[in-house]
Every structure is written in C-alpha cells, then in structure tokens.
C-alpha cells in the first residue's frame, strides 16, 4: 500500500509539472510570440472600432467602452483626447466595482479620472507618424498619478491565476504597442491597449495540472484498492467454498506478496494441513476399525466354539457337580461374548463409522408405542411386572425429532440391561410426558443385588447416551436409594418439532 501511494504521488505530481510546463512554454513560444500579438492587436483595435461605429458610441460612452473591455477578457484600453489620458480600462473597473459596491452612487457617466496625462515619448501612430509629447516629465506617463493603488491591477472577469500583471507592466505593454487612432461619433480619439489574455492559458495550465495530478493518484489508489477488494472477496468465496461446499476446493493466492496474498498463502496452507491431519486420522480410524474387527472376530469365534464343547460336555453327563462346572464356564463365556459385542457397538458409535444420521419427525404416541409395547410383552411373557404410563399431556399430531432405527438401538439395549440387572419382582415403570416443550420418557427398575461385577464397565449406557447426543436428544441415567433398594433411572429427552407444536396448540 505504501509502495502504491509513493508511485501515485510520483506520477501524479510528475504529471502535473510537466504539464504546466509544456503549456507556459506554448504560451511563451507561440502564444506570446511577437507575430501572435501583433495579430491579436490588430485585431482587438478594429473589434473596437467595429463595436464603437455598429453602437455608435461617443467619447462621453464610457461604460458601453467598459463593457467591451469586459468582453475581451485581460485586455486593458486606454483612450485619448486632446493629448490627454481620456480613458483608462482598468480604473474604470474599480470604479465600476465602486459603484455597485456602495449601490450605484458613484461618478458620472463619462467624468475623466483625476490623473492626466499624455502618451509616452516615442509612442507611435497609426499611419507611422509620432505623436507629440504633451507634457514632460513621469507625471505625464500613462497612470502615473495612480501609483497610490500600488502594483495589482484588477482583471476584468476575474481567474484563477495568482501572478496577476503589474500596474507597471500593463503600462509598459501599452506603451510598447503605440497609439492607433479611433474614429467615435463626435470626433477621433487615440487608442492603444495591453493584451494578458496570456494569463488564461497560465490559469489553464494551473487548474490542468492541478486536476490532471489529482485524478492520476486518484486512479491509481483506485486500481490498487479495486484490486485489494477483488483478492478479498476472492478468499472470502473461496473460505466460503471450503467451508460450505467441499474442503478440497483449494484457496486461491496468486503471485503478489502483499498483505491479502500472504494471508490467502496462509489460509491454503492451513486448509492442507487440516486435509492432511483428517487424511491421518481417518486412516487411524480406519486401522482401528480393522483391529477391532478382526479382535472381535478373533475372540468370539473360539468362544461360539467353547460354548459349543461346553454345551456337549453338558448332554454328556449327568454328574451333578460337573453339571455346576460347564454351567458356570458356559455362563462366563457368555459373559465374554457379551463384552465382545458391547465393544464392538462402542466403538462403532464412538470411532466415527456410524451411518449417517437422518432426522425425521415422527408421530409422538405412536413412537412411543413401538419402541416400548413389544419389549413390555416380552418382559411380561419373562414374569416381569411392567406398568407403561402415557400422559395426556401428549396431544395429537405432537410430533418429535429423531431417527427411529439409531434411537431403537438404544431402547434394545436399555432394556437388555433391564432383562439382565433388573429385579422381577418389583415393578418397572416407563413414563412418558410433555415437559418444557420435550417429549420425556423415563425408565425405572429395581436393580438385582449381587449385580455389581456384571455393570461395572457400562459400556452399552455410554453408547446410548453417544447416539442421543448425535440425534440432539437428552440422555441421563443413575441410581437412586440404597444398597439394597437401588432404583435405576434413564431419561430420554425427545425434542418437538415446531410444526407440531402448532398442530398441537390449534388442536
């Protein structure tokens, strides 16, 4: 950025020194030429002659006189008479700015100014001739009485030019130019005039160069800014890319090293690291899942066969104590192929390689239903006591959030553990109700005693509390009561959806 305010500043600058320059040097060449302005005063003389016979002006006709002048912008007249100073543009100026300034009170209409005086020495005519010297001495000069305004002379038309001409240089010109004679309505008069119309094209070159050098910085920082916002908003579509659509989408930075360019280099290169970090961690969880797999395999297949051994062992023998033995082994391994299954499970839910999930709305009661009537039956068919109570908070057409095989999963194996761990004679509840704008089911049972050994590791509980948290769904379990009195409790939150909320407020 600081690279491209110094270039701009260079150039713009650059631009507008050299611009004036070219141009004061046309003025002074060929503008200011000798021949350019013994044409352009040719040309003013028979203007004003043109202009005093078409209006048919007189020598009292001061103020048509004035606004010729007004109308040939920095040209100063000076007229006259009898060998006198008759008529001085400049003057005249101030004297009309007088004027409107105090509201039109003023001098008359033709009144001489106060300061007389004659054409210079050696100042000629129009047909060659020399004109006569009327007086000697400075005071004759042209202006010489109004040297009390000092050296600024006022512009007709004003400009933008600060080095405006002299008082003694617009003499000086004039006098230069001779005198031409002047034919008005009562009789003939003297002229001569000092051309500026230079100082336009001085003010030209200024305001020229002063713009030129503005807009070159302008547009440079423009181009520069214009090209920081596209890398902007490019690494922001791209961020947007990685994030929305697809990781793999790589960030464009270009060649540059500015500012955005590094920090679009730094965000690619983040992306690739994360991409390589996922790559790896997949490939652990890939080489894990195989492990698991195979262990799993490897563990349950001789357990299949020792179960199988144990359970011939057990039709070929009818010695009671050895009866205790193989039903205790068969019991362990069953124990064993058991956990085989429950870390199995875990580690599908909590390695990653779960199904996606899918999240539908479903009808309420009719959920609860069916993930709980047929577990009841066959608890109730086993000679456990269950009572299922539906609240009437549940209306119709309330419906919940969930995906109906991940949360069936989780049923099955609460109450796998209810067929396991609870105690068949007390009675098992499952109350379900509205609260806080969740469907609740809460589950409670009377734990067996002696039952510590077998739910020590809870693995299947951790996994159905990782699947409700993957549904968005509450998930809490504990024991309440004493040692031999423990009530186990589960509480599954089911979310409501909205629209069944307000199918539920309309019924």
């Not at 103020?63 to 001085?88: C, M, P, S």
């Not at 007086?135 to 050296?151: T, Y």
């Not at 949360?407 to 396991?420: A, C, E, G, P, T």
């Not at 379990?477 to 307000?502: C, K, L, M, W």
């Amino acid at each position: 950025m600081l690279l491209a305010i110094i270039i701009s500043l260079i150039l713009g600058l650059g631009f507008a020194f050299f611009s004036r320059m070219l141009i004061n040097n046309w003025v002074e060449k060929d503008y200011n030429s000798a021949e350019q302005k013994k044409v352009r005063y040719d040309k003013y003389i028979e203007d004003l002659q043109t202009y005093v016979s078409e209006n048919g002006l007189s020598s009292t006709d001061t103020a048509e006189i004035t606004q010729w002048v007004h109308g040939n912008r920095n040209v100063y007249l000076f007229l006259y008479k009898d060998n006198q100073l008759f008529f001085d543009s400049s003057v005249e100026q101030d004297k009309n700015d007088s004027v409107q300034d105090n509201g039109g009170e003023g001098e008359d209409k033709g009144e001489k100014p106060s300061d007389e005086a004659t054409p210079g020495d050696g100042d000629e005519s129009s047909d060659g001739s020399e004109s006569g010297n009327g007086s000697d001495g400075d005071d004759d000069k042209i202006g010489s009485a109004d040297k009390e305004n000092g050296n600024a002379a006022t512009r007709p038309g004003g400009g933008f030019t600060v080095d405006y001409p002299t008082r003694e240089e617009i003499i000086a010109t004039a006098e230069k130019n001779g005198l031409r004679q002047l034919e008005l309505s009562d009789g003939t008069l003297f002229v001569t005039l000092a051309d500026f119309t230079a100082y336009i094209y001085y003010d030209v070159a200024n305001i020229a160069s002063i713009v030129g050098g503005v807009l070159i910085i302008v547009i440079i920082l423009m181009l520069y800014f214009q090209r920081i916002i596209f890398k902007i908003s490019r690494l922001a579509k791209d961020v947007s890319s990685v994030y929305e659509v697809d990781m793999h989408n790589p960030i464009r930075y270009g060649s540059g090293n500015d500012e955005i360019s590094t920090l679009s280099r730094n965000v690619e290169q983040m992306r690739s690291s994360m991409i390589e970090s996922l790559e790896k961690e997949k490939q652990a969880i890939e080489a894990n899942t195989d492990l698991i797999t195979s262990m799993s395999h490897d563990i349950r297949t001789p357990l299949t066969v020792l179960l199988g051994y144990l359970d011939i062992m057990k039709n070929s023998t009818d010695d009671t104590q050895m009866q205790e033995y193989i039903k205790a082994s068969e019991s362990t391994a069953l124990r064993l192929k058991e956990l085989s299954d429950d870390m199995f499970r875990y580690f599908l839910v909590f390695g990653g390689n779960d199904s996606r999930v899918e999240i539908s709305a479903y009808d309420a009661k009719t959920l609860v239903e069916q993930l709980f009537t047929e577990h009841i039956l066959l608890l109730s068919e086993r000679g456990y006591n269950v009572r299922m109570n539906l609240s009437d908070t549940i209306k119709e057409n309330t419906r919940v959030l969930t995906d109906a095989p991940r949360i069936m999963r989780v049923i099955d194996n609460l109450f796998s553990n209810i067929h396991k761990y609870a105690d068949p004679e007390k009675e098992i509840t499952v109350d379900t109700s509205i609260s806080y704008g969740k469907l609740v089911c809460v589950i409670k049972n009377h734990v067996l005693e002696n039952t510590d050994g077998k739910e020590s590791n809870r693995i299947g509980l951790k996994t159905c509390e990782k699947i409700c948290e993957s549904l968005g769904m509450g998930f809490e379990y504990h024991t309440a009561g004493g040692r031999n009195q423990r009530t186990f409790i589960v509480r599954i939150d089911f979310p409501i959806s909205r629209d069944g909320e307000e199918e539920k407020s309309d019924a």
